[in-house]
């Protein structure tokens, strides 16, 4: 097939094929002209694409997306790509960084599934691929979709690029009617070589490390450009299917292969520790003659059954672990300690460094966490760096593995300048001038000012616009620094009230530095569009200490809807109250986070600005559980022995039905799963006159008897 042949004999793939390619195409046209004002295409051949396009749509209706080109008017909406929800949610993997933490995940395992230490579990080893992922879901065996990690909730719609990529099959055969392969795009040593070569040739940028050259050519809005790179693609998982694929990881990967994907050949079965280990050992061997990147092993339990059992914590599964090789490591000069406040007060001490190549990345800053550790202390008081402290001028050892940040290893004492000084931390905001102070064997220093202090109250907006929280397009950091800096923009509730306020004055926005050809009526719409936000990303979004993304997550479960929370809220005056206990009971949040809750909304100011921020915008209850199991939404106590599975099995599994397991019995409980010895819980379920089960019972309910 080329735009050649006549529509009337197109097939219905090839025209879905080359209406992805189309729109992706026009798209980079429209941004090319209307965004950055540099033209890529003839007007010519941009009429051509289009009229094509239309073409196309007319005789597969069905096929028409949903931000056709043809019903674009001038400039596509966003300069972006479109994004795509995954059916199932990519996660990424914990680390283990040597032997021991290895053997711990196994006991975990062990531990989980209440296996005596003499059964053993059999996992599957390979290498682990630095390179990104990408989610390829095939429809009746053939490729409809193909979106990377993102979020890992929503990733980014890169289809009409991946359909370039030789390593990605765009048709398989197979009778799962719904196939989600997943695994890893990347870029070879020679690949990236010859690439960097062509870039320098060509006066373009060249690419730090092949992991960015993948990236970069992966999310290129035009999949052309994505087709001169030459990206490969290891399949190594699968997320969606509609029937199973295999009962083991092994034969998953095996009948991958036979579909046509590539697939590692250095993944192998290890039913022993030790033996496991000496695979990790050999692959690292063989690391630098591999011809790509890689930057670990990973181990997953091979019976997919036992996944099942196993399944997720909230961004990582318990049945799989990287286990990174050791860390790269460089000298540099540290040339500088500067002190940086963070939304939360943190006085943070940066290192500047003479920039210096660690792990295939150019590193120029490194954080120093605190004023113990820059005196060579942990949290703990015990040595680090056998004690030496860091001084600006001092020789530096600085490491970094993989996608960890860089840090300082070691400094060499030998080659510390004459007259250097210790650093002197200050005890003052170098923001506001507030005191900072270090609380309760608290190891940061934090400034005092609250909302008073410029940089605590810009970096809560910046968290606020950021990723994971508002998102909102065009409104970054420079953005929201700037906007603060005018005045225009002082706490988050004023950003939805900017149009109002200075719409007109915005339209001037495009003069300014920093926001290239982005029209203000562009960033009115942005914002507009974010009015609606999920009540877990709402609490996360306000950067509360300790409420991350998580815990947002876990409070909006509990209790369902911003107004019922901010009620709750607002009457915990005390600790030791009902409603203080109530939000002890939720499992995952401990007095650390209780706590910061107080701190931030029993503080009258912080709590006004959080109400005139809610006040503009619609804050969704929390999902209810779609699940139609008995137990969803219920609160559940277990208490006493089981004896069938573990307490953290049988934990994991009602919240996998939509439960949620509280510590202790109140009034709001729901159910008691009561063992042998289940002792004061249940006498206090009974005097409330809460529901009890034993484990039969309970097992019973949850239809898994
Ligand atoms: S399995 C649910 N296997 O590593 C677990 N991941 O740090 C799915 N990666 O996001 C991932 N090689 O991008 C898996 N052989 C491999 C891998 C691999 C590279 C990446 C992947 C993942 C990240 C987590």
Not at 112 to 120: H, I, K, P, R, Y
Not at 341 to 347: D, K, S, Y
Request: contains cysteine.
């Amino acid at each position: 097939m080329d735009d050649t042949t006549p529509v009337s004999e197109l097939s219905e793939a090839q025209a879905k094929v080359e209406i992805l390619a189309l729109a992706a195409q026009l798209s980079s046209a429209n941004a090319a002209y209307h965004t950055n004002d540099s033209p890529t295409i003839d007007d010519g051949t941009y009429d051509a694409l289009k009229r094509r396009n239309a073409e196309i749509e007319a005789a597969f209706p069905h096929l028409k997306l949903d931000d056709s080109a043809s019903e674009q008017i001038g400039s596509s909406p966003s300069d972006k790509f479109t994004k795509i929800t995954h059916a199932q949610r990519m996660l990424s993997l914990s680390n283990a960084f040597d032997a021991d933490d290895v053997k711990d995940f196994d006991k975990q395992i062990k531990g989980f599934l209440g296996l005596s230490g003499d059964q053993s579990v059999s996992y599957t080893a390979e290498p682990k691929i630095d390179g990104l992922s990408l989610s390829l879901r095939y429809e009746k065996g053939r490729l409809v979709q193909a979106a990377t990690r993102g979020d890992g909730e929503t990733g980014e719609n890169v289809t009409a690029n991946a359909l370039t990529i030789t390593d990605v099959p765009h048709f398989v055969k197979t009778d799962i009617e719904i196939l989600e392969v997943r695994g890893e795009v990347y870029m070879s040593h020679a690949d990236f070589s010859k690439l960097n070569a062509k870039q320098t040739e060509n006066g373009d940028k060249t690419f730090a490390n092949p992991r960015n050259a993948a990236a970069g050519s992966l999310r290129q809005l035009d999949p052309a450009i994505t087709k001169s790179r030459p990206l490969r693609f290891f399949a190594y998982a699968w997320g969606h299917l509609s029937k199973p694929l295999a009962s083991t990881q092994m034969c998953g990967i095996e009948k991958l292969a036979e579909l046509g994907f590539s697939t590692n050949d250095l993944t192998k079965i290890f039913e022993n520790i030790d033996a496991m280990l000496d695979h990790y050992s050999a692959i690292e061997t063989q690391r630098a003659s591999l011809g790509y990147d890689i930057d670990g092993v990973v181990y997953k339990v091979n019976e997919l059954a036992l996944q099942n059992r196993l399944g997720f914590r909230s961004t990582t599964p318990r049945w799989a672990i990287a286990h990174k090789f050791p860390a790269e490591t460089a000298w540099t000069r540290l040339e500088a300690i500067e002190i940086q406040v963070g939304r939360t007060g943190a006085l943070s001490p940066v290192a500047r460094l003479m920039p210096v190549t660690v792990g295939g990345v150019v590193v120029s800053n490194v954080t120093l966490h605190n004023e113990d550790y820059i005196e060579g202390r942990d949290s703990k008081g015990f040595p680090i760096r056998e004690g030496r402290d860091l001084r600006e001028g001092d020789w530096a050892k600085v490491y970094r593995a993989g996608d960890v940040i860089p840090k300082i290893a070691d400094v060499d004492l030998s080659k510390r300048p004459d007259g250097s000084r210790h650093f002197a931390f200050p005890k003052l905001c170098p923001e506001c001038g507030s005191d900072a102070v270090r609380e309760n064997n608290d190891s940061v220093r934090r400034c005092t000012g609250g909302l008073i202090c410029p940089a605590q109250a810009v970096e809560k907006l910046k968290h606020f616009v950021g990723r994971g929280a508002f998102d909102i397009e065009g409104l970054g950091a420079k953005q929201v620094e700037q906007f603060y800096l005018d005045g225009w923009i002082k706490e988050p509730a004023d950003i939805f009230s900017l149009q109002t306020r200075y719409g007109s004055g915005l339209q001037q926005l495009s003069n300014r530095e920093g926001w290239g050809g982005k029209s203000a009526d562009n960033l009115f719409q942005a914002i507009d569009g974010k009015r609606t936000i999920s009540f877990g990303r709402f609490l996360f979004a306000l950067g509360i200490r300790h409420v991350g993304e998580n815990t947002g997550k876990l409070l909006a479960n509990h209790y369902g809807s911003w107004p019922i929370f901010r009620d709750v809220m607002a009457a915990i005056s005390t600790e030791g109250s009902s409603d203080w206990e109530e939000l002890l009971g939720i499992d995952g949040v401990g007095d650390v986070v209780a706590k910061a809750l107080l701190g931030a909304f029993g503080n009258a100011e912080e709590m006004a600005s959080i109400d005139r921020l809610a006040e503009k915008l619609i804050i969704e209850d929390a999902e209810v559980s779609v699940s139609d199991s008995p137990v969803a939404g219920k609160i559940v106590v277990f208490s006493g022995s089981l004896e069938k599975m573990t307490r953290a099995e049988a934990k994991a599994t009602a919240e996998s039905l939509g439960a949620k397991v509280s510590g202790s019995v109140s009034k709001k409980t729901d159910l008691l799963i009561a063992g042998p010895g289940a002792g004061s819980k249940a006498t206090k379920a009974a005097s409330l006159g809460i529901e009890t089960l034993d484990e039969d019972g309970w097992l019973e309910l949850i239809g898994k008897v």
